[in-house]
């Protein structure tokens, strides 16, 4: 029988698979000096050599952002942890029934533990990270220990805990541990985006310079949708001759393929109702959008040179493939296609037909993509014959749409807007106004978001169905504009925050009225705000989950010598009888099997006695879990009868070894598509 891993994904060891998928020769197998355990290793000289057209003696120069601690910052983005999700009831609201999620811990921990359950499953990200204005914390990641060290101290405990430090701006790494913070978070966020999903980032003239050329690198920069301006409406004369009254909202798709999926709302007031035909590829629908090629005297081939070739196509096979078959020399002189133009006769001898640029005013025109995108991206072409002859034009694809069928033919309805606006006017005094109705207590907490800008971000997405991550949620505005915009328009959107429960200061007002942490600031909030829009006007349609599921990062469940058996001494064999630690319930190993399986965390959990033992029902039967010692043949098979899609045993929690041997054989009788696992 199986076992789980019990540790986040080891995200190094996913890359280097991909690489190997396309350069088989670049990867190969090293022993872990800290393990011994064999791993993929790249051969970094020979990857070099395979992206480049000539021989590779030393590093390039070339154009990105870079700073010292760039490179540790991404191993750590990458390296494994051993840590769990622990539930806590008591803080929870309505746990069994919500859709919502929120994470008290370190967020890049959190994130960590969210890459299976979440994975391509986050539609929009909003976060307001700490602004490194010389005043604030942010987190202190430590990068000083060797590769070995901290993979040990991963896989055990981290002595240190959560641990958040003063930038102020004398230190000589001001700007650099301010990147290497948020380096290895947004790398993994990024991995969290649904293909169409968005990320709002809000910033000020610190480091939205930084943020930019950060996402740039993450998410490209052709994902930029644009930086809006918030104007706050409170001018502070902080800078010399110049009044301060703005902010920054710095937004990135993950993907150029869903262009009109992702693009965002001008408002909710100027959106109209359109229909367009869609073309079906497969179980994908797309659009056709303009052809590649440009007017204008911009557009000539005499202008851009590189972007004359041919494309072939065969109207039989739908085959087509770019050739550059054109003299660039002759180009710039003449406009007599048959001289600047050789045509390739061995593809027009196999059926093909040759497409060239149209013209442009009477000169000959180019396409607006070069040759090497175009043979790489095909999948973004389409060729279509019109009257005057065949037509290359790009598609794009569109997530999940409600097709209509008529004739034969596939028609989407859509709305339709202009752009969203560039200067946004949200008063965050407002915020601070907001806050304080909902909590009783004026200055609990510094500048919160004002919650009608965030309900505004989330707004301009289209969709009414997703779920949205805030991994700084601070005061917790985002869940509250979430729950708004749900009662207002009957959405379910669904939240998920994480907050560090950074200690609140001594003598500071929200010490005073009872919150010794900034997460138990976040929890009442989301608690009280959940309240308030229930008392109000509801949409008719909407399902009232006002609810959160607390869930906090914690050391794993199983103890240490289960990750690091290297260790492991002749006092601790006893310890072995049981590898899970003392004071862990079934209830905190049923979420690290639920983190570990990738299965989602909101899941609702039914808990029964079934001969004796006390069993868990994920979701019916999305997975069965019992922790119970002393199970029995006649238990398993009972289970097996309910033929679960995963079901999960304590290793040694069989009543004989003969029950334990067997197990896997009752469900390959009974439920052979159950997938039996243990811990």
Known sequence: MDKLKMHSPDLSQDNIAKIRALFPGCVTEAQDEATGAVRLAVDFDQLRQELSDHIVEGPQERYRLDWPGKREALALANAPIAKTLRPSRGES??????????????NLEALKLLQENYLGKIKVIYIDPPYNTGNDFIYNDDFAASSADFLARSNQKDDQGNRLIANTSANGRFHSDWLSMMYPRLKLARNLLREDGVIFISIDDNEEHNVRKLCDEIFGAENLIGPMIQNKLNSKNDAVNVQRNHEYIVCYRKSTRYISSTKIEASLERRYVDETEVFRDGDEYFILNDPITTRGDGGTLNKRKNLGYTVYYNPETSDFIGVKDYDVELAQTSNDETKVYSDNQELIAAGYVKIRPPKVRGKLGAWTWELDNFNSSKREIVIKETRNGFQVRKRTFLPDPEVEQRDGRFFVTHRKTSNSRSILEFSTNEGSTQLSDLLGHDGVFDNPKNVNLIKYLIGLLPQKEFVALDFFAGSGVTADAVMQL??????????????LPEETADGSVAREVGFNTISEITKERIRRAGKRILGGECHPSWNRDVGFRVLKVDTSNMKDVYYRPDELKQSD???????????????????????????????????????GKSVFFVDDTALVACFERGITEDLVKELAGHEPLRVVFRDNGFASDAVKINVEQIFRQLSPTTDVKSI
């Open 93 to 106: 609201v309505y746990s069994d029934a919500t859709q919502n999620l929120f994470i008290e811990g370190d």
């Open 486 to 499: 749900n009662a207002e328009d009957g959405g379910e959107r669904r939240f998920i925050l994480v907050q």
């Open 573 to 611: 064999l006893l310890d072995m009888v049981d590898n899970v630690k003392e004071g862990r319930t079934a209830e905190d190993l049923l979420f690290q099997v639920l983190v570990d399986w990738g299965v989602d965390l909101t899941l609702p959990i039914r808990r029964e006695t079934v001969q």
